[in-house]
Structures are given as C-alpha cells and as structure tokens.
C-alpha cells in the first residue's frame, strides 16, 4: 500500500505560479511512476502530467510549457511546478503513484482567479 500526501494548493490570480508537492510512503519511491491528474467541476478527471521511472515525461496539450512534473527520489517526493495559470487551471489536483497499481492522494484545490 502506497501513501500520497499533496500539499501546496491555494488561490492565486492569473498568470501567477504554484508549486504541489507530493510525498509518497514506501522505499520503492524510485520505482513508482508518478502523475498529476486534475478534476475541474462538471468534468471527468485527467492525466496531465507524468513521469516514469526512467525519467520520460507526459505532458497534457493543455499545461504543456507551463507545468514541469520532477521528482526527488531521495525525498520519497514528486512535484508539479505550475507557471502562467490560467482561471481553466483551477480544479482539484490529485497525486498519482503506479507500482502495480494506482493509488491516489487526497486531492486539492488549486484556485485561479483575480
């Protein structure tokens, strides 16, 4: 069983910047596949960015050149680092591990808005 714990939600106008932390429980952290997915209200969850255990990298249409997924294998943590929001950006960001199976963090909120 994996733990995922997110942390650094908040409000934040347009055009600002966030940065979601996500640390994970366990000592297979480097083996774990991480991903940031989003819900936006009325809307189905989606996968937006993603980083596999070899470093390759995901990035939905929607945030790519604006959002950068890492990941810090020594702090059990990954992060997503969100630059020039947008009020679409605004949903609940959920933290994503996959070692044989998903396991889901707690979800929260980012807000953009003036």
């Known amino acids: 069983q994996v733990q995922l714990v997110e942390s650094g939600g908040g409000v934040v106008q347009p055009g600002g910047s966030l940065r979601l932390s996500c640390v994970a429980s366990?000592?297979?952290?480097?083996?774990?596949?991480m991903g940031w997915y989003r819900q936006a209200p009325g809307k189905q969850r989606e996968l937006i960015a993603q980083?596999?255990?070899?470093?390759?990298?995901y990035y939905a249409d929607s945030v790519k050149g604006r959002f950068t997924i890492s990941r810090d294998n020594a702090k059990n943590t990954a992060y997503l680092q969100m630059n020039s929001l947008k009020p679409e950006d605004t949903a609940v960001y959920y933290c994503?591990?996959?070692?044989?199976?998903?396991?889901w963090g707690q979800g929260i909120q980012v807000n953009v808005s003036s």
């Open positions: 994503n591990a996959y070692f044989f199976a998903h396991y």
């Open positions: 980083m596999s255990t070899e470093d390759g990298l």
């Open positions: 366990g000592d297979k952290f480097i083996s774990y596949i």
